[in-house]
């Protein structure tokens, strides 16, 4: 007897029966990402760009020390971004299905902010735009934790990282920002660290 499969919320689309009551795949891919969105019960920047108006701000995580994964080094730097032809390289690897949707959404020349994580000091390193191409490195190195810091501040006061990806959808390699998030962000650049 085969054992059930568990069905992840929003990963088959809606629920489209053809003949014979089996499932059909959807035929409205910006339908099947706003079902994946509201498979949350928490409302998150992530959540609320899954669906037409996506976003045109992304944060991108790569790992920037060599860890091997079935044979293969998966380390990538934003320096390794500018050392590659024309600094464009393709982004691939992503398995998370949420997050490959929202590789597929993005545009090119929307800006990406090049995340640096699975290291000692995770963090946001410098500045990309879609087809992953470097465009400059940050000022300053803007660490998780600083980030943090001003996440759960803006959480009581409300404040642009109030629901941000990164911290309420961590395991996301490629995240959605609203234009606040985006403008906070850079600005963090011009600052001293908190």
Known sequence: MPKP????GGAAGPDNKGP?????????PAGALAAMGNSSP??????????KNLSSYWLMKSEPESRLEKGVDVKFSIEDLKAEPKQTACWDGVRNYQARNFLRAMKLEQEAFFYHSNCKEP?????VKVDVQFVR??????TLAELKTHYQAHKTT???????ALFTR?????????PEEFYFIL?????EPS
């Open 187 to 191: 600005s963090l650049e011009e600052k």
């Open 137 to 142: 490195m940050m000022k300053r190195y803007i």
């Open 170 to 178: 961590q395991r996301l390699s490629v995240q959605p920002l609203t």
């Open 20 to 28: 014979a009551g089996k499932r059909t795949k959807t035929k409205n």
């Open 158 to 164: 409300g404040g642009p990282l109030k629901d941000m």
């Open 42 to 51: 928490e409302k998150t920047s992530a959540s609320k760009n899954c669906g």
């Open 123 to 127: 963090g946001i390193a410098g500045l």
């Open 5 to 8: 499969r568990k069905r992840l």
